[in-house]
């Protein structure tokens, strides 16, 4: 056996002892606050038929899922006239059928259609694993990264969307995130401005317009606007859109004006008041909608697949894209056969939100290392007395470890130091003799003589 | 988009609510266990260049990894020749250069070797992750599966086989499990008593013909080791060690005679020996060593890797292949350049887990459903008097929903029993007017007045 050089596949990572405490700390406090929403956890399996993936994503999305050679002899009923002609796309189907999940989503359809006979809607689910994207790799940009999505299909009711922004709000402060703006648009208002100017295609790029204002001013909106394809007389229209400003409630209101004549634009306009009001009637904080929550009608994210509400997270506090986003939509399973069944959902972006609280310090400093405590492993004839402690603090579900030789006192130090081991229990001849530990604190350096009940006590505390 | 009619790929599965909640049960058990031991968790990427892997699983394990195609015009730097003779296996490298894990310990001596500046050693690491194999897909044997391994490197002392057994014992017992059997052998006996025969290359056909013992009687052995190119002389040495009875203690003994002239396989017992001593002196019930530990020679599990003690565990309640095995080696990492870094651990099977505490019926009752209160949902006007009630609840931790409309009441509590919602609050009229709440016991049916305050407490204990 040749022995190979060992590195990583590109756009992969190792996850280290400390890096997983921390990502386990994020997916932790996602899980607890969807399950208090009453949200279940499902898996799907990481790959899936190709037939499920294809086609889904667009072309581009289509050439970035990683395809799974077929096992065997993959080649032996391999058309000669594609492998002739060294034709990579047409031969794909010949020699792979299966495909590693490229989202949550496309799978989680699959799941509702072929599950639907043991699902009760509204069916409340999440799923937090790993997607595989052939995209090139670059700065917070992986091959292999986590996506957590949070959805519920067969319930119209604007409940849903209040949760959300709840379910945000709350998993954003417990991560320990401050100011962040949970953003909210509704499909409906921009399908209602395409109405108003008889140019639905141009929706994006109205969007893409406008979103420039702080940076170019209404001039410069204007400007590429018309480059854009809009008219003076659009431009007259979608002013007070451009201008839109005040706080959610004064930019509904100002909405309303605009889209007084389309009966879409306005039922968009009402759902947002509906979210608020629910939102509302939770008791939250005054500074949830006053401040934490906005309108954006910039927001046209998933264009061709949200129906309703649209939501976009970011942080204000480092820089950094949107760290989750969602919406409403009608027709999921649709791709699958299953129609006319409505959905609400939202993504947290998972290694996002590790940079952001990492830049920001927020990690919390008691869940670096399992172990509590090191018994220092002072002589091997002293085992047999040190074990009985070790055994009573595990009894006691308390993580501890007994360096596993008598080596030099400064290493096992050091080892407690590099795994962050909070405390070191010396026991010596002495301790053995009086029964009274010596404990260490490895953050202060403080020693202190301990009985075996009152470290036990400590520990647990 | 074509509809398709959704399906798995073979040999893979949903998991859903049900099976997430009895899943995350196994893992969070071992989770928990191997932290009280100290051992800390990493994860490694789902894919590895394929020359990480080639080579390292035999012949047949080398066509069971699935191989990941190349992304974009793969063909295009593939040889003409290659092509033309239709050669799936020259072709492989050409348009794959990725390839999914196959199991854990590949992957985890690629990690020490790749980290070997930023570890501590002892590394005491576990590693909960899915693996993918190529098998042809039968009862109780998928195409992608957890292992569940826990591993220490650099590390030779025998307290790390002790505490695996304990964290066999600990973990088999926590998940229900009360008759099992922890079989321990040690590659040194194995390799003393081909020392003796001096027939090295006979170790697996001797292991294979001495287990059949129960069913086929001495004769039968003895017939099958002359069948399996032993000798009658080999025979007379041998008969002792066909014979093993007694408790570990006996066997142990027994072989000492017979291995009286090989230092190797006296060092084995030795080893063995130092383990059960390191055991007993946690103070475990006697039962452990006496009864659910057991030395069994004929275990020849993984020979051309294992260097020291081998373990492997099965279940003795119902039918099942063994549930976990291990042992310790010596040159893990040696494929990786990195020589002499000895090492020990054990696996957990966790779908053979799974199936086992089914049949069994162990699965604690109370981990199915994520809310334990559903809020029924009257009257669109009531919501705004029972959403501050739902978030109070929340307010307290406790995982709650209301229904997200006023559907009808026989509805609401189907949705309850579908998802195992063991309480359902009513909140009608007469309890807004009196600001007394009504519970129902979904288990029992039993109905009852009770306050917010008093709910709370309840719902938190």
Redesign the interface.
């Known amino acids: 056996?040749?022995?190979?050089?060992?590195?990583?596949?590109k756009g992969?990572?190792?996850?280290?002892?400390l890096e997983?405490?921390r990502r386990?700390f994020i997916f932790n406090t996602l899980k607890r606050i969807?399950?208090?929403?009453?949200?279940?956890?499902?898996?799907?399996?990481?790959?899936?038929?190709l037939?499920?993936l294809t086609?889904?994503y667009g072309d581009e999305g289509d050439?970035?899922i990683?395809?799974?050679?077929n096992?065997?002899?993959?080649?032996?009923k391999?058309s000669d006239d594609v492998?002739g002609h060294?034709?990579?796309v047409k031969?794909?189907p010949q020699?792979?059928?299966?495909a590693?999940r490229y989202d949550l989503t496309v799978p989680f359809a699959?799941?509702v259609?072929?599950?639907q006979n043991?699902i009760?809607l509204?069916f409340?689910?999440f799923q937090i694993q790993?997607v595989?994207r052939?995209d090139r790799p670059q700065r917070g940009r992986y091959r292999?990264f986590y996506q957590c999505d949070v959805d519920?299909v067969g319930?119209?009711?604007l409940?849903?969307e209040a949760e959300f922004i709840l379910i945000y709000w709350e998993a954003l402060r417990q991560l320990g995130l401050k100011d962040f703006t949970i953003k909210i648009n509704n499909r409906k208002i921009l399908t209602g401005i395409a109405e108003i100017l008889g140019k639905p295609e141009l929706i994006v790029d109205m969007t893409v317009a406008i979103d420039k204002l702080d940076k170019i001013g209404l001039d410069g909106v204007n400007k590429e606007l018309l480059e854009r394809g809009f008219s003076e007389a659009d431009l007259e229209v979608l002013k007070p859109i451009v201008l839109l400003e005040g706080n959610s409630q004064e930019k509904l209101e100002s909405l309303k004006t605009v889209l007084a004549s389309s009966e879409k634009g306005l039922q968009g306009i009402e759902e947002i008041e509906a979210v608020f009001s629910?939102v509302a009637?939770?008791?939250?904080d005054e500074g949830v909608l006053g401040n934490d929550v906005a309108v954006d009608i910039t927001l046209a994210r998933g264009l061709n697949y949200y129906t309703g509400c649209i939501f976009e997270v970011k942080t204000n506090e480092v820089a950094m894209g949107s760290i989750g986003g969602g919406g409403r939509y009608d027709d999921l399973t649709?791709?699958?056969?299953l129609k006319n069944l409505t959905g609400v959902g939202v993504s947290f972006g998972a290694d996002r939100i590790y940079d952001v609280l990492e830049e920001l310090d927020l990690f919390p400093r008691t869940s670096i290392?399992?172990?509590k405590v090191?018994i220092v492993n002072f002589d091997k004839n002293l085992?047999?007395y040190t074990?009985?402690l070790?055994?009573s603090l595990?009894h006691e579900?308390?993580?501890?470890?007994?360096y596993?030789?008598a080596a030099k006192l400064k290493k096992q130090m050091?080892?407690a130091d590099?795994?962050q081991i909070p405390f070191v229990l010396l026991v010596g001849e002495e301790e053995v003799k009086s029964d009274v530990l010596t404990l260490k604190n490895m953050e202060s350096g403080d020693q202190m003589k301990i009985e075996l009940a009152t470290l036990i006590e400590m520990m647990k505390g």
């Open positions: 056996m040749a022995i190979v050089k060992p590195s990583l596949a992969t990572r190792d996850f280290s002892p997983m405490e386990n969807f399950k208090k929403y009453g949200y279940s956890e499902i898996q799907t399996p990481s790959f899936e038929n037939s499920t086609g889904k050439q970035l990683f395809k799974i050679l096992s065997g002899d993959y080649l032996s391999v492998l060294k034709n990579s031969l794909i020699i792979s059928e299966k590693l699959r799941y259609v072929m599950h043991d009760t509204p409340k689910r790993p595989w052939a292999e519920v319930s119209e009711s409940l849903n629910y009637a939770f008791n939250v649709g791709m699958f056969g290392s399992s172990s090191l085992e047999y074990i009985p070790l055994a595990r579900g308390i993580a501890v470890e007994l596993p030789i050091s080892y590099a795994k």
